[in-house]
């Protein structure tokens, strides 16, 4: 088992690309775990081979990505922060960018299907019982997509803070979305995430009126964390702030296209 975060490392995670009729990603069938208990000085060794492992994976797809020009962006979020709304709007509101999606969730189809509605590829990874995805499963994700040259790729990791700050997927950079629902401490409470991303979304500003949120003190706490990090406010349902959003994507695209990768590159 992986020591790192508890998921299962033998457990195949399923990759489906949704067509016009839904299919249960796994068929219904559970997966089996065996759980080894080892010695804490015997864990942190497991999890250092775990994340090296990675690492190398996550390398190669690096370099696959910069090949082809593509910006991926690891789009990470607590469950129903918004992500794939704003994936939606994101991608309706660019109709002359070539875009594409894949979806990590532990199960269903769901998200994948409401990508796939808006014309755009997408394919969905279910990790069963991971809290998040890794390298090799997006290089199985990215077999199965085969983007386009020069396409903007969303990774829309599986909704946690915790061990998707951890792995590496190849990614350009991370973005974390937060909505104001959440509550103004986020960034101390989820550190690690916050000091790994490029960008910080803060999402569902429309219910500012509406919640005991602090937009000012949570930007603090995440310049605490990770000094200089852009914090965007915006609204994936009202549209409020989306534009500097879409000025950011354009801004990174425009930085050099197949040199994207390099500028963008996740610290390991």
Request: aromatic share 4%; charged share 25%; with cysteine.
């Amino acid at each position: 088992m992986c020591a790192t975060c508890g998921c299962g490392d033998d457990a195949a995670a399923v990759i489906t690309v949704p067509h016009e009729h839904r299919h249960d990603p796994d068929g219904g069938h559970g997966h089996s775990h065996d759980h080894v208990h080892l010695p804490v000085t015997e864990t942190v060794t497991l999890e250092q081979k775990v994340l090296a492992k990675n690492d190398e994976l996550a390398a190669r797809n690096r370099r696959r990505l910069a090949r082809l020009g593509i910006l991926a962006l690891n789009m990470t979020s607590s469950p129903g922060a918004g992500k794939t709304t704003l994936l939606e709007r994101t991608i309706l509101d660019l109709p002359g960018w070539p875009t594409a999606v894949i979806e990590g969730d532990q199960a269903t189809l769901l998200d994948a299907e409401r990508i796939r509605a808006t014309g755009r590829p997408v394919v969905q990874v279910n990790t069963g019982a991971g809290c998040h995805l890794d390298a090799q499963m997006i290089a199985g994700a990215l077999d199965a997509l085969d983007p386009e040259p020069e396409t903007l790729l969303f990774i829309e990791n599986v909704g946690n803070l915790v061990c998707p700050a951890l792995f590496d997927l190849g990614e350009s950079g991370k973005v974390v979305v937060i909505s104001v629902t959440e509550g103004t401490d986020k960034p101390l409470k989820y550190p690690h995430m916050f000091a790994a991303a490029r960008l910080v979304l803060l999402n569902k500003i429309d219910l500012l009126p509406h919640v005991d949120f602090d937009p000012a003190r949570c930007a603090e706490y995440a310049n605490s964390v990770n000094p200089g990090i852009e914090i965007i406010p915006v609204s994936a349902t009202g549209g409020d702030g989306l534009e500097r959003w879409y000025d950011w994507l354009r801004a990174k695209q425009l930085s050099g296209k197949r040199r994207a990768i390099d500028d963008l590159s996740v610290q390991t």
